[in-house]
């Protein structure tokens, strides 16, 4: 199977791009027909599973519409115990990673959501589309993408779900985060790590959830103007970056932003 990480180290950028982004140019008409086939997939395997037939309360849909006839919504209370105590043997298909999330107070420590390889292969894709749109100016612009951009790390760790997520993106475009040593560290510790040697490998990008997004960029403003000077003396391509930095600022006629 050729995933988007073997695109980008052949050099075949068009062809990349029509893998994770080709959905762009698809008609409201084309994407539905697309849906509606993967939905009946999906119905298919549920239907053949233990867990399916329990959440269907016995019934067998064979279309989209009886399915939504028939079958009540569900929260994650009918999926448990299966999914708490990840049976995988009552599951539509094998599982090749479990996601960790949040739990409920007084019924469950964590929400376990099981991912199948077609997933994963699917989600794979998905994070090379994000990271191939946060780079480009225009549709089909791969000229910014490349191997070993620099990814200042804001995510926790697997199982739970961003580190999933990271993991995926990583293998996508083969990134390196910033700090190497993340999984090691704190949170706060992470970003003050990760900015310090930023300054000397250079940051090409950062995301995660809007509450982290915005603590992130207090702790780079913070960063910012808490520089060590005597340490940055010492390292002369921080100490680039940093002049830089305080040029463009000027003749931007603004402080120096992160």
Known sequence: MIRP??????????????MC??????SLEQFMTIQRRLMQEQLQLLGASEL?????????PTTIDEFR????????????????????????????????????TGKYEAKWIPLSERFVQETEKLCGAIAILC????????????????????????PYASGVIAGLLQQAINCDYLPSNAAELGFV????KGFDDALEEGLDGFGGLPSVLVTVGEQLKQQAGNIDRSRLLRRR????????????????????LP
Not at 237 to 256: D, E, Q, T
């Open 5 to 18: 990480i073997d695109l980008l180290r052949e050099g075949r950028k068009d062809d990349m791009w029509q």
């Open 21 to 26: 982004c080709g959905f762009l140019d698809l």
């Open 52 to 60: 399916g037939r329990k959440v269907m309360r016995g019934a067998r």
């Open 69 to 104: 006839k028939v079958v009540p919504l569900t929260t994650y209370d009918d999926y448990i115990p299966e999914l708490t105590e990840k049976r995988e043997d009552t599951l539509p298909a094998p599982v090749a990673q479990w996601v960790r999330t949040s739990g409920y």
């Open 135 to 158: 780079l480009a100016n225009h549709r089909g612009d791969m000229s910014k993408v490349r191997q070993h951009l620099k990814v200042l790390s804001t995510f926790a760790s697997p």
């Open 189 to 192: 510790d992470k970003v003050k």
């Open 237 to 256: 391509r921080a100490l680039l970056r940093v002049l830089r930095g305080l040029v463009r600022s000027k003749l931007a006629g603004r402080a120096m």
